[in-house]
C-alpha cells in the first residue's frame, strides 16, 4: 500500500511525493542510508514516508536515558502502527558513570561546557556509532525551525561525522507536518499537545508561548546560537537574522 495516499490535498501529496524522492535519490546515491529518528512530529511523518516507500533506509533513535516517559510511549505505538522495531542506541554506561560523578546528576546546567559534555556522551556517541559506515544519513530539521536551520541545504557533506546528509522535510512548513500526521492519523508524542514544539530530553526542554522560536524551549538557559546538541552544525547567522 502506498505511503502517499492519494486523497491527500494535491499541495501536501507533491511535497510528500518531492520528499520520497529525495530519500530515493539518496539510496540511489549513497547506498547505505540511514535516518537518526528524534521522535517528533517531523519524526512520525518521516519514519512512515520511509517505512512507507523507502523501507532501505534503516530507521535509528537513540535513548539518552532522560527521555520523557510521553517519548517512550511514542515508541511503542510506532512500533506497534508499522509492525516493525526501531533500532535504539544508548549511551556508554562506563563514560556516563565518570561523567555523572564528576560533574552531577544534573551537572549539564552548570554550564555550556557541561551541557555539551553531557550531549557529547548521551547523544553524540551514540549517534556517531549509528552512522558509522554508513553513505548518508536523514535527518527531519526544517527551515522554519530557526534561524540557524534556516541556512541548511537538502543535501550536506556532513564533515563532522564523514558521511552525507539529507534533509527531505527542509521546506515543510509547520503546519503541512501537522496536515500530514492528521490526515494519516499518525502517533505523536502527546507533549505536542501540551506546548512542545521540538522534545528533547526531560530535564532540557520546556513548552513555548505562542509566537515564539520553535527551539526556544531547547536548552532555553542558553543564548539561541548555541541551542545544538551537535548533530547538528551551529551555523554562523548573520546578525540582521537574529532579530
Ligand atoms: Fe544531557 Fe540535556 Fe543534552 Fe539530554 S539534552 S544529553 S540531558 S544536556
Known sequence: M?????????????????SVAQLRAAVAEYKNVCYA????????????????SVPEIDIFSIDT????PETYDLI???????????RIYYPAAADLEAWVGANGING????LEQRRGCCAIRKVA???RAVSGRGAWVTGIRRGQSASRALAAPVEWDSEYGLHKVSPLLDWSEAEVWDYIRWKRLPYNSLHDSGFPSIGCAPCT????????????RWWWERAESRECGLHPRRKIPTAALG
Not at 2 to 18: H, N, Y
Not at 37 to 52: A, F, K, P, Q, Y
Not at 108 to 111: E, H, Q, S, V, W
Open 65 to 68: 536515558g532522560r527521555l520523557y
Open 206 to 217: 520546556r513548552a513555548v508561548q505562542n509566537g515564539e522560536d520553535e527551539r526556544s524551549g
Open 108 to 111: 549539564f546546567r552548570d554550564g
Open 2 to 18: 502506498s505511503a502517499i495516499p492519494p486523497e491527500l490535498p494535491k499541495p501536501l501529496r507533491e511535497r510528500a511525493e518531492r
Open 76 to 86: 511503542e505505538r510506532v512500533q506497534r502502527r508499522y509492525a516493525r522495531a526501531l
Open 37 to 52: 529518528n528524534s521522535l517528533g512530529s517531523e519524526s512520525v511523518v518521516l519514519t512512515d514516508l520511509i517505512w512507507g
Open 126 to 128: 551514540p549517534f556517531r
